[in-house]
């Protein structure tokens, strides 16, 4: 999230963050945009009795701040089917690894670097993809690669991926903001300048 106000607030991204939505009002990542003068809203899905009113208020809260894109950061659950719809396509995930390589519900964090590690992979990376109904099943729009040493641990080459993440979602972003990323079926085609 730290990336992504910094690249709006550098030009890397021609757009702004219109708000931070979170489910603990103590969380860092609340904390960050509320410094850097963003507003926050804190939505805990625990907090409704039934999941429909969780997304109804979701809704309302993104459309009262105008929201075109919705990037999410650590949201460790599968967003409404509302949601989804309301969003096709202009919802972005960033995932520790080459999707479809350690993916899905359970893959998230330290799981994903542990599993490549024991699996013995040469490369890893991350992905931005749009999200759909299931975790991490959403067209892939970027991708990065990054090497897996022989002596890496899991904090080793979390520390290299995070690096690749906060650049390769800031790129997806922008492409979104110059209107470049076309979705064709389960592919996302960028267009060129």
Not at 62 to 78: E, H, T
Not at 106 to 134: L, N, P
Request: with cysteine.
């Amino acid at each position: 999230m730290q990336a992504i106000i910094d690249a709006c607030r550098d030009g890397r991204i021609s757009g702004e963050v219109v708000a931070v939505i979170g489910v603990k009002p103590d969380a860092p990542a609340i904390e960050r945009a509320a410094a850097a003068g963003v507003r926050t809203f804190i939505l805990n899905p625990k907090d409704f009795a039934d999941p429909a009113d969780y997304d109804r208020e979701l809704l309302s809260t993104l459309a009262s701040v105008q929201a075109d894109l919705i990037c999410l950061a650590g949201y460790m659950r599968k967003l409404g089917r509302p949601i989804i719809d309301a969003y096709r396509n202009r919802i972005m995930n960033i995932h520790p690894a080459l999707i479809p390589m350690f993916f899905g519900q359970g893959m998230y964090g330290h799981h994903v670097h542990e599993a490549a590690i024991e699996r013995g992979v040469k490369v890893s990376g991350c992905t931005v993809h749009f999200v759909d109904e299931d975790y991490d099943t959403g067209p892939i729009i970027l991708q990065t690669v990054v090497p897996v040493e022989d002596d890496d641990t899991p904090d080793t080459l979390a520390a290299r991926v995070l690096v690749e993440e906060h650049k390769t979602y800031v790129q997806a972003i922008q492409l979104f903001a110059e209107g470049r990323l076309v979705v064709e079926g389960r592919r996302v085609r960028v267009l060129p300048r």
